[in-house]
């Protein structure tokens, strides 16, 4: 069990109270990721019948899509740490399905930290549910590509936006600022993107919003290449991709994933390993974190919770604050079973 920051002159009761605290703090909190891993399950179910649905050439029915948009939005408006948390979630066999409702997720957080109207938020989280239903008809070999796409092929996968977008115009069941999410979700403020090379403010506000959570999650989901940490992702479109997305649009989802993004794995300054598993607006510095490995170097089990804003600024400099940044790997942390793992306990 992780160490909590008992002092010497706590009390048996004292002591007793705090553990039962943690206790309930890491019980509603598995409460919550297993509400919020029933409506990833439903949209993946959702996702997956309407490929097969393209496949086969069959009418698209989305009612089932909007509802599961519904109860994304409820859990959001009831805690948004969760479904945050669900999208560190990956199935690589299914990686199609996980990457549109992680776009979806993040680009209605997005949207709330930005105090959008709930119209736009639902629409994003249509769209993006939505934005790559076109890629059905592209060879799942062609997308996973370890190299770079020929000229045809990438004439191809680029293919996916408009028909995407005919799909879904053909149903008449959606709206027009959803159909421009689909259609436009690769277009770039320097005007780089496709499939019509819009510039600035020309690219639809709801799609520039897409484009950039979409890029987010394809660089931390590792989908056609090793996967990034959040922060090393976000560092990406801050250096790199400013221009192609619009600076102050990255720099503001900066600021809503925060310093350390849910997900993130960081090493405290007592030698533990934890994972942030909720932020804090107050004090960014100072998220809710899971622990992974003690002091010691061993695995914990139960993962204790830990709010780190709870500490004063003199144990945090001793022991409860973050020093680093690590890497998954290079500690050999398999950071999808141990969700799965979180969510089964």
């Keep these: 069990m992780a160490k909590s920051a008992f002092r010497p002159e706590d009390t048996t009761t004292d002591i007793r109270n705090a553990l039962q605290q943690e206790r309930k703090t890491k019980s509603d909190f598995i409460s919550g990721i297993r509400e919020g891993a029933k409506v990833y399950g439903r949209a993946r179910a959702c996702l997956h019948r309407l490929f097969e649905d393209v496949r086969q050439n069959r009418p698209l029915n989305l009612e089932i899509a909007r509802e599961v948009v519904q ?43 930005r105090g959008m109207s709930r119209h736009d938020i639902v629409a994003l989280g249509l769209g ?27 004439v191809m996968v680029r293919k996916h936006a408009v028909e995407g977008y005919e799909m879904l115009n053909a149903t008449g069941q959606v709206t027009n600022n959803v ?14 993107g496709y499939p019509e090379g819009l510039y600035g403010g020309s690219v639809p506000e709801l799609a520039r919003i897409v484009a950039v959570t979409d890029a987010y999650d394809s660089m931390i989901g590792g989908y056609y290449r090793l996967p990034m940490t959040p922060t090393d992702a976000l560092r990406i479109l801050k250096n790199d991709a400013g221009e192609e997305y619009g600076v102050d649009l990255v720099e503001e989802f900066i600021r809503c994933l925060g310093t350390y993004p849910i997900g993130s794995l960081v090493e405290l300054n007592s030698g533990s390993v934890v994972m942030v598993v909720a932020s804090n607006p107050a004090a960014r510095l100072k998220p809710m974190v899971m622990f992974v ?20 600024d003199e144990s945090l400099a001793e022991r409860w604050g973050i020093k680093r940044l690590v890497d998954p790997v290079s500690y050999g942390i398999h950071m999808w079973n141990l969700m799965l793992e979180e969510i089964q306990f």
């Design 71 to 113: 109860a994304m939005y409820d859990s959001l408006a009831n805690n948004q740490n969760t479904l945050l948390w669900i999208t560190n979630l990956q199935f690589p066999k299914e990686a199609n399905a996980c990457h549109n409702f992680n776009v979806a997720v993040l680009s209605m957080v997005f949207a709330r930290h």
């Design 128 to 154: 993006g549910l939505l934005h790559d239903l076109g890629k059905t008809h592209v060879p799942p070999a062609m997308l996973e590509k370890p190299v770079a796409l020929s000229p045809d092929e990438r």
């Design 179 to 192: 159909l421009e999410i689909v259609r436009y979700h690769h277009e770039r403020a320097d005007g780089t």
């Design 293 to 312: 490995r003690n002091e010691e170097g061993r695995f914990e089990k139960p993962r204790m919770l830990n709010d780190l804003s709870r500490h004063s």
